[in-house]
Each structure stands twice: as C-alpha cells, then as structure tokens.
C-alpha cells in the first residue's frame, strides 16, 4: 500500500479534528484562547530568542540582496509594540460575541414547519503568510473562536519564531477539549503545492504576503481565495483642507509602518493645493526621510520654495510610470496632481488596489462624494490610512485584508470566518412533506410567516 502523502495527513486530520469539534461548547474555545495567552506569556523568552536568531539570519539575506529590508521589518517581533498587541489580540478575541449560532433570518412555513438561517464555520482555514510571525497566533486565535480548524504555513525566514509559537498554541489546546490537531503547521512548499489541490479537506485558502505568492496561489488552486495582492492605498488633498490635518494624516500614513499593507503608496493633491497645504506636507515628510516622486506640477512646486529643504535636491525626485503602481512598502510616495475630485476618485479606481484611500477634505460635500465614489473596502475622511487594521476596528485582531466584493471585504475579523445554513424543524405528528403543497384542490399553501428568533431553538 503506498505511503501517503504528508501534507495529505495532515489535511485530513484538520479536517477530522474540525468535525469532531462542531458540538464543542463555545466556553471550551474562550478556555483555550486564554491558555493560548498564559502559554505565550510563560514562554516570551524563548519565542524572542527564536524571534533573534530568525532576524539574525535574515539580515545576511539582506545583506546579500536576497530579501528587502521591508520583510526584515515585518519578521521583528519586537518591534514597537507587536508582542504586547498580539498577546491583547487573543484576550480581545476571546471576549468577543461568539460568531457562530445566529439567527439571520427565521420563517414559519407551514404550522410546525420553520426554517432558521444561522452562521456557522466555514472549515478548514490553510493560512499562508511571509515573515510575520503573530500572523500565528492571530490566525489561530480568530479560528478558534468562530470554530474553524486551521493549517498555517510561514515563510522560511520565520521558521524558528513560528514553530515556537506553534507549540505554545498545542501546549494550550491540550488542556482543553479541542483535538490537538485543530491548529496545524507546515514547514515546506512542497507541502503547500500538495495542500492546493487538496478541496475534499480545506474550504478556504487565506494568502498574506506579496503579489508574487497571492497570484500564484489564486493561479493554482480550485479552493477558493481569500484576500489582496497589493496594498495601493492613497491620500487625496482636497482643495478644502487643512493644511495641519493634512500634515498629520498624510505623514502618519506613511511613515508609523512604511511596511505594512495600509500604508500610503500615493499621495494626490488637488492642483489648488499646491502651493499651499502641499509645500507643508512636503517639508513635513523630507522632515521624515521620505523619498518623494513627484509628477511635473508637484515637482516645480517644490523646487520654487525658499529656503529649499536641505534634502530636497537627494529626496524629491521625478516620478517614473511605474511608480503610481507600486507597493513601494518603505519611505517612498509617489504623488500626482490632478484638476478636481471627480479625477482623483477616477484615478484612484484605476490605479489603486481597492485596499484603502482617505481624503483630506472639510467641505462636507467632498468627503461624502469620495467615500462613496472609491470603489475600496475602505474609504477614510481626515484618517490614516494605517486605520484599516481588524485590531483597530475592534475585531480583536484579523486574518488578513480582503479587497475582494464577496463575503468579506476589508479586515477580516470573526465575521468574516463565518457562513451560514439552514436549519429546518418539523413539529407535525407526520412530518412534512413537499408533495402536500402546491396549487389545487386539497393542497396545503405556504403561510411564511416571520419568526423572531436569535437562535435556533433546537
């Protein structure tokens, strides 16, 4: 009997451990969530010990040009405040509403006869991300407590701080009811090639990382996909801006994690700004070390200030074609001018990724026109970009950006790692059946009546 394959065996103990953990209490998965949180804290010093020696190793690919300094961002786990919010994302989680078991929609048939529409799991998650570790311990927080089962697969350049974090989340989830092989990892491509072709056992595929790995996940599998292969967010100055909100907006948008998927890539100024909020937000941004590549008008508004930042001549550069679409994920912005708003809402569904874009604006009227003309899972008014994060929105954390229009869009938080079915009841002494309704002498008809329910009552 041939031997099977590895990523196959664990697809299908996912899969299994899914199954048997349907009829699990909700009690049970806020339990393990808080076991997940006291196992990270007792093993901080190891799980960062790994976190150095993966930076270690990491900065030689840099060094060597095999990997940008962006992705050596991404894997510190130390950076800023990261390990602090990962551990308060699991204790968010767990006291968030369980997603699963709610009514959406409740209808009396017939006498007896009642149909719920109620939320449930979707399955298996396989979870593939690059360099950032948490992305670990939020996937698996956020997967047990809206009751999916999991596969999650990190970069190479993570391998050590994932593994540790993988064995504190099993260290938890034995103290509890749920199967040890509810959250589940795997270390080689090969076994993610294997696992795309895998849809008798995994229901959805969850890529986070560059262009590159979505379109090739998106390219090979039959299971469907969820999220966005580039972060092309913007900021539009309108005519009507303040000139110090558009500092702080636009300068945080930027710079408080240049890496990161929310970051502002462009930056569109509406050509009456330009010498007057523009020149500030300039010497605001050379002030922050951002290289700026600049359209003609943006460029010669520069140029003609005086005195000139000391910077300018090395920082603000013209802007080659490519530049409005790329995820540049460091201190570059590109900028463009253009003649009014309906342009830059034109402009940023053309050329955006459909990720997030805020405007800059205090007429009321321009605000409202371009949230609802950027076609993006967000749309922002005098707020940075950087908001666009499920922690932020209050979903605890997330398991990624989703730019697509089906299902979930934006940050995908417990809601959106849930679908629905349909429960039906029968209470008749017989039953029912289809063949006693219909048009006709003696066939009963549908009384559809509404049902106020918030759960399934059986």
Known sequence: MPEKDPAEVIAKATKAAFEASQLIPSSERIKALREIRTELEAAKDDILAANRADLQEAQKDVDAGHMSSSLLNRLDLTKGDKWDSMLQ???????????????SYANELDDGLELYRVSCPIGVLLVIFEARPEVVVNIAALAIKSGNAAILKGGKESHRTSRMLSQAIQAALSKTAIPSAYINTIQTRAEVSALLGLDQYIDLIIPRGSNNLVRNIQNNTRIPVMGHADGLCSVYIDESADVKKAVRVVVDS??????????????????????????????????????????????????????????????AQPAPPEAYETEHLSLTLS????????????????????????????????????????????????????FADGFRYGFGTEVGISTGRIHARGPVGLEGLVTYKYMMRSTGAQGHVVGEFGVGKGKRQYKHRKLEASAVPF
């Open 254 to 315: 930027k710079t408080d994690y240049p890496a990161a998927c929310n970051s502002a890539e462009t930056l569109i100024l509406h050509e009456s700004v330009l010498s007057t909020v523009w020149p500030e937000v300039a010497k605001a941004l050379l002030a922050a070390d951002v290289q700026l590549l600049c359209d003609e008008p943006s460029l010669a508004s520069l140029r003609a200030l005086s005195p000139a930042p000391a910077n300018l001549a090395s920082h």
């Open 335 to 386: 900028v463009k001018t253009l003649p009014s708003l309906s342009a830059a809402i034109q402009w940023i569904n053309a050329h955006s990724s459909h990720h997030t874009d805020t405007i800059v604006a205090e007429e009321a009227g321009a605000a409202t026109a371009f949230c609802r003309g950027v076609d993006s899972a967000g749309t922002f008014v005098n707020a940075s970009t950087r």
């Open 89 to 103: 994302g699991v204790a968010d989680v767990a006291e968030l509403p369980d997603p699963t078991g709610i009514v």
